[in-house]
């Protein structure tokens, strides 16, 4: 059981930045992929960015040049930067952690809102 606690959502003005953190705990296997998925009113959920225990990143096409992943893994925690913050990236974030070759776990999420 993997326990994923979000925090750093908000509301912020186009053109804004926000930094996401998701720390994970509880039976954390090392070979792991965590990430960020995000979800719009009516919409789908959609990828916005993972990385593995390794470093290797993957993104989405939306967000690609203007956010950022990181990790730490001697604190199970995955950061999601955002800069050029956008209207349409409004959403709630969800933070996903994955064992190799298995299904995500994910959190409960948190609000992006980028209004002015």
């Known amino acids: 059981q993997v326990r994923l606690v979000e925090s750093g959502g908000g509301l912020v003005q186009p053109g804004g930045s926000l930094r996401l953190s998701c720390a994970a705990s509880?039976?954390?296997?090392?070979?792991?992929?965590m990430g960020w998925y995000r979800q719009a009113p009516g919409k789908q959920r959609e990828l916005v960015a993972t990385?593995?225990?390794?470093?290797?990143?993957n993104y989405g096409d939306a967000v690609k040049g203007r956010f950022t992943i990181s990790r730490d893994n001697a604190k199970n925690t995955v950061y999601l930067q955002m800069n050029s913050l956008k209207s349409e990236d409004t959403a709630v974030y969800y933070c996903?952690?994955?064992?190799?070759?298995?299904?995500?776990?994910w959190g409960q999420g948190t609000q992006v809102t980028v209004s002015s």
């Open positions: 990385i593995s225990s390794g470093g290797s990143t």
């Open positions: 509880g039976s954390i296997f090392s070979a792991n992929v």
């Open positions: 996903g952690y994955a064992p190799s070759g298995a299904r995500f776990s």
